[in-house]
């Protein structure tokens, strides 16, 4: 069989090609776009996924402010900073990065972002209307693998979706969105029997574990000529890789995506398209329909008159 190496570089450079071209239409009618990243503590990843977006808003255009945070900083504190932010009309999207320190809920966190500037999709508004399927900021990485599934014609209706993550920020949301394109979802996690049994039955099997090597999806777990999307990030021998094994997976799938250069660079598209679109929001600014996305899927699109 051969399957289809899906290329999350080539398609976030076409996201962020479109990005960049509306940022300036914003910008010719007065608004500068403007992301503030919030990180608290000097944990090594975090610092680096927070400075590749950074870098990824340099390419497109828009503005970022870079908020630090030492450890050690209380909840309260955090919550000030977001609520100064929530108040700057020059802010349109507000992140903090995930994990948190352990003493903090991210509920509490998220719920004190407005849910316009909630650029995660993370806010309870955002994630309860979601489930109504009424999209306006979705998270990043959800969105990410809705967005592959369409761009290559992955069909989701009347298929098995099986998700390896129950996370608030992954799989419950990710669950949500495919439910809504008439997949039949089961979500596997910690506590779940024979997740091998489920994971071979799927005809999208997306896994986002990040437990290598005590979790492996192997050649074993998936279904001839299914669909396997890879979220998993995992450091094994000094190199990055995924929670599948790509190379004993790749001769049974039609389609997988690589760790690195799969959903990762989607996310952060994603990251750029949601600022985007609370620039959007909160301004009442129309630009053109960001191409890439199908309106009727992504109906927040087609609810904001004439523009995005």
């Not at 870079?66 to 900073?81: A, H, M, R, Y």
């Not at 109504?132 to 990410?144: Q, S």
């Not at 192997?218 to 998993?232: L, T």
């Not at 660079?265 to 609370?278: E, F, G, Q, Y």
Request: net charge neutral.
């Amino acid at each position: 069989m051969n399957a289809t190496i899906i290329d999350g570089r080539k398609l976030s450079t076409e996201i962020k090609e479109t990005v960049k071209e509306d940022v300036k239409l914003l910008e010719s009618k007065g608004t500068k776009p403007c992301l503030a990243t919030i990180l608290i503590g000097s944990d090594q990843a975090s610092s680096l996924y927070v400075s590749l977006k950074h870098r990824a808003c340099e390419e497109v255009g828009i503005k970022s402010l870079d908020c630090k945070l030492p450890e050690g900083t209380s909840i309260e504190e955090v919550e000030q900073l977001i609520e100064t932010l929530n108040s700057d009309e020059r802010v349109h999207g507000i992140l903090v990065q995930l994990p948190l320190p352990k003493s903090m809920e991210i509920d509490r966190i998220m719920g004190k972002i407005s849910p316009e500037k909630d650029v995660d999709g993370l806010h309870p508004c955002n994630i309860g209307a979601m489930i109504y399927g009424r999209y306006r900021l979705l998270p990043c990485t959800p969105a990410a693998v809705m967005v592959i599934l369409e761009h290559y014609s992955i069909g989701i209706r009347g298929k098995h979706a099986v998700i390896i993550s129950r996370s608030a920020e992954v799989g419950k949301p990710l669950a949500m969105l495919l439910l809504n394109q008439d997949a039949t979802v089961t979500v596997c996690h910690s506590k779940t029997r024979n997740v091998e049994e489920y994971a071979k039955s799927a005809d999208i099997l997306i896994s986002g574990v990040g437990r290598r090597p005590d979790f492996v999806v192997g050649e074993r777990m998936v279904k001839d000529g299914s669909a396997v999307i890879d979220i998993g990030t995992n450091k094994v021998e000094g190199k990055v890789c995924g929670d599948v094994d790509f190379e004993a997976v790749l001769p049974k799938v039609s389609y997988i995506t690589p760790v690195p250069g799969g959903v990762g660079p989607m996310t952060v598209a994603m990251l750029l398209r949601n600022t985007l679109v609370a620039t959007a929001i909160q301004t009442g600014v129309t630009t053109r329909s960001l191409g890439i996305f199908d309106c009727k899927r992504w109906p927040e699109l087609s609810n904001l008159g004439s523009g995005l």
